[in-house]
């Protein structure tokens, strides 16, 4: 069984740059979720996935934005980064294909984003 | 406004020893409550769930206890090992409005060190 996998691990940018960063979820599963983790604090809710459309989201403005494709891998995309946007973001996978979602999310290692 | 609540950041114990980790949740709309572990440089791993119609949950030395009336989840590690070191995370599981799927909120963490 394949585990939740993400890229890069980490990645250095300037403000008011986008980036993009990649997810491939645990085989099996077809809901992907984002969180934002800063230092010092637990995971932050960004948004989640399932059957390629959003399907809940957390306190987090418009650039940032995603995408589910067929084979439930995921990418988070934020634009016109900030200082503050630096941080560890976690993709979660979970669910299953009989299309029940279940609460246990299973995350992949992280990338960590660096904004200058 | 944290829903969910660690309020010991930091908790040493001797190796063979009990280790207890609390967690306090606020939303009632909370239903399913997980713990993770989290080594640096490495996502948050799933350790033990449990359900909100339960009080108690078990796995090898990982014993979860849930208190509904009074929002509260423990972690008890028995007996501690120096590998058990690590931040663990405390999780509440609810339902997205509009959605069928399910979010996480988690606490800020606890770092527990088990002493040789």
């Known amino acids: 069984e394949t585990g939740v996998t993400q890229s890069p691990t980490h990645l250095i940018k300037t403000r008011g740059q986008q980036v993009t960063l990649r997810c491939s979820s645990q085989?099996?599963?077809?809901?992907v979720s984002w969180y934002q983790q800063a230092l010092g604090q637990g995971p932050q809710f960004i948004f989640q996935?399932?059957?390629?459309?959003?399907?809940g989201r957390g306190n987090f403005p418009p650039r940032f934005s995603g995408l589910q494709f067929p084979n439930y891998s995921s990418e988070l995309n934020v634009n016109a980064l900030e200082l503050d946007d630096s941080a560890l973001y976690l993709c979660?996978?979970?669910?299953?294909?009989?299309?029940?979602?279940?609460?246990?999310?299973?995350f992949g290692p992280g990338t960590r984003l660096t904004v200058l | 406004d944290q829903q969910v609540k660690q309020n010991s950041p930091s908790l040493s114990v001797q190796e063979g020893r009990i280790s207890i980790l609390n967690c306090d949740y606020t939303?009632?709309?909370?239903?399913?409550f997980l713990w993770y572990k989290k080594y640096p440089a490495e996502g948050p791993t799933f350790l033990i769930s449990?359900?909100?119609?339960?009080d108690k949950n078990e796995d090898g030395r990982f014993t979860v206890f849930l208190n509904k009336s009074a929002k509260h989840l423990s972690l008890h590690i028995v007996p501690s090992q120096p590998g058990d070191s690590a931040v663990y995370f405390c999780?509440?599981?609810?339902?997205?409005?509009?959605?069928?799927?399910?979010?996480?909120?988690f606490g800020k963490g606890t770092l527990l060190t088990v002493n040789p």
């Open positions: 939303n009632s709309m909370f239903d399913y």
């Open positions: 085989s099996g599963h077809n809901t």
């Open positions: 449990i359900s909100s119609i339960k």
């Open positions: 996935y399932y059957r390629e459309e959003e399907n």
């Open positions: 999780a509440a599981s609810a339902r997205m409005s509009g959605g069928s799927n399910y979010k996480l909120t």
């Open positions: 979660a996978s979970s669910g299953g294909t009989s299309g029940g979602v279940y609460n246990e999310q299973f």
